[in-house]
């Protein structure tokens, strides 16, 4: 994927072992045609890459006369801003980077910057290493420190080819993304392999090996207080920091979006400018399909149905467990299967995340409703798991409110390996629900005031009337303007009348116990050399398999279980790795 590799040794290596340990970590990596790789070498210690797509041409590498060298992973939204509000000229979001880390005169700026990305820095006069990211930690990096020194990758399994590293997956990492389909916070798969936590910024002697670590933003430092009271004025001021938000990411060309039933990619498409063309993924009678459909034709935009069937959405996913280290449930790949025929069309995919669990305050909870949270919206059985849940009461005690916590916890853990799937067909991600100046808004209007979509659904209406009036929504089948009391009424007569109910975009249950999916799970999962009896010794599996084979859903935690062990083949077997050996799967 477009990202970083390289390491930094406490010795001296000849430059002969500085590339071949450099081409070691880049091994496993998966880099989509039409990208370049952009080495930067500097003996005797450190040795660095980017790869970036060809379309690409922000510069992604830096190096000067006062011992400065860089790579930087992402996009910074407001540099030209803060270079105006500073009197600052620099050209190139990386040449920002580097003076705002390490020119003690410019650091004030580093909690202001508005983007998703992660940096490192080499200051060869200093001999340090700085690896530094965005304010929410959304665009991963992951490093590992070793007695022979440092090493940095935007995915785990670069680590794989490191001398003396040697792959362990702990049995409490294992029952933490059985029980909550996410591992716990800043945690790989690896042991001694960590994500940089958000808004870090890390700092490595190169001579002695020592690591200072600093947290240069927090949501404490936004204030909770309103600027404005007038309902009218808080509907006017979130659309006009929403659209700004969109139109501050936008480029001319290249850009489009995944395009569902709900309100989140909705809203993002009525505020992009133009017709960017769009994509939605589903069974092609299924009322998301529709809806989808019919959001785009209000700006005559190229709509791509992407067919999602019991026949074709398997087969690339096991591909893509490898692509995203085993992070994704592969039952939330959803849209994998058609990534390369997106990757002709755009180069950047706008996608909703943050719309409906923070704007329309859907994963938002007063601090005393932790548990009635992960029971009831996020359908977590952990009274097994006391360690599963001490890892996530750990996570919101660190985070001190639910808006930090789904940010830092949720979003980093889950939600972003979706979107971040795209990399490895060459299409970016864009987030513009995570704006600085919308998150600080958002964050600071009571709960009261969010809760059940009522600021967000009244923004959308008066904001976009042409997308939300008349045109339904997915979650109820009737346009955002009905009362929650019509809605109820319709779904009543609809009821009595005994209509049809609406088909839905995916029906994972009925396609697991079906072929191609019911045989592969139970030659996987229910061999007696199965890797997943190794880290679960009370393995459940079996039961759930049996219940669910018998009408229950247990899709979701069976996705886990399967995700996991084809993980570890990937990793300790070197199978399945690539869509030629899936093949062998299905043959």
């Known amino acids: 994927m477009p990202g970083l590799a390289g390491f930094t040794s406490l010795q001296n290596l000849s430059p002969q072992e500085l590339d071949t340990r450099l081409q070691a970590l880049k091994r496993n990596m998966i880099v989509p045609p039409h990208h370049t790789d952009h080495e930067i070498l500097f003996g005797p210690q450190t040795a660095g890459t980017h790869f970036g797509p060809e379309w690409q041409s922000r510069p ?52 202001k910057i508005d983007g998703l990305f992660a940096a490192v820095i080499l200051d060869t006069h200093r001999n340090q290493l700085h690896i530094v990211n965005d304010r929410y930690g959304l665009r991963p990096l992951y490093w590992h420190v070793a007695p022979e020194g440092l090493a940095w990758a935007s995915e785990p399994k670069a680590f794989l080819h490191l001398p003396h590293f040697s792959p362990s997956i ?3 990492t ?16 690896f042991e001694g392999v960590l994500q940089v936590p958000p808004a870090t910024h890390l700092t490595y002697n190169t001579r002695t090996g020592t690591l200072t670590k600093e947290r240069y933003w927090w949501w404490d430092q936004l204030s909770s207080r309103l600027s404005k009271t007038n309902k009218d004025d808080l509907i006017r001021e979130f659309g006009r920091l929403f659209q700004e938000a969109v139109v501050n990411r936008s480029e001319p060309t290249g850009q489009g979006l995944m395009l569902s039933g709900g309100l989140d990619s909705r809203a993002v498409f009525a505020a992009l400018p133009g017709a960017p063309p769009t994509f939605t993924f589903g069974q092609t009678e299924s009322e998301e ?13 190229t709509h791509t149905l992407l067919p999602l069937n019991q026949g074709n ?78 890892h996530i009461e750990k996570s919101f005690q660190n985070a001190r409110s639910a808006h930090a916590f789904y940010v830092d916890w949720r979003m ?8 971040r799937m795209g990399l490895f067909v060459g ?28 600021l967000y659904r009244q923004m959308l209406l008066r904001t976009f009337p042409t997308y939300f009036q008349d045109i339904p929504w997915a979650k ?23 209509k049809p109910s609406r088909l839905p975009s995916t029906n994972y249950p009925d396609w697991l116990r079906e072929a191609p999916a019911k045989k592969l799970i139970e030659t996987l999962l229910n061999a007696p050399t199965a890797h997943i009896h190794n880290v679960v010794p009370s393995n459940p599996f079996a039961r759930l398999w049996s219940e669910h084979l018998a009408g229950k859903d247990h899709s979701d935690i069976i996705g886990r279980y399967l995700t996991l062990e084809l993980y570890m083949r990937q990793v300790f077997d070197h199978q399945y790795r690539t869509s030629k050996t899936v093949q062998t799967l299905f043959t």
């Open 476 to 498: 109820t089948g009737k346009p955002l303007n009905w009362s929650k009391w019509a809605v109820r009424s319709a779904k009543a007569i609809q009821k009595f009348q005994k």
């Open 412 to 419: 980093r853990g889950f939600t972003i390996h979706g979107p």
């Open 289 to 301: 399909v529709r809806i989808a459909t019919d959001v785009a034709s209000v700006k005559l935009a």
């Open 174 to 189: 294992a029952t933490t993304f059985l029980t909550t389909g996410q591992l716990p916070p800043n945690q790989t798969w």
């Open 427 to 454: 299409v970016d991600y864009c987030l513009p629900f995570l704006d600085n100046a919308l998150q600080e808004f958002l964050f600071g209007l009571p709960l009261s005031i969010k809760q059940d979509n009522r």
């Open 170 to 172: 702990s049995k409490d």
């Open 313 to 390: 959405w398997l087969e690339p996913r096991i591909e893509a467990v490898w692509w995203t280290d085993g992070a994704l449930n592969l039952m939330h790949m959803h849209g994998v299967e058609h990534f390369e025929t997106i990757g002709q069309t755009i180069n950047t995919c706008f996608n909703g995340a943050g719309g409906d669990g923070l704007a329309g305050a859907g994963h938002l909870f007063e601090p005393h409703q932790l548990n009635h949270y992960l029971s009831q919206d996020l359908h977590l059985e952990l009274e097994d798991h006391p360690d599963a849940h001490q």
């Open 60 to 111: 992604s590498v830096y190096q000067n006369q006062k011992g400065l060298i860089a790579w930087l992973d992402g996009t910074l939204y407001n540099r030209k801003i803060l270079c105006e509000q500073n009197s600052w000229s620099f050209e190139s979001d990386i040449e920002f980077i580097v003076s705002v880390v390490t020119n003690p005169d410019h650091q004030r700026a580093l909690n």
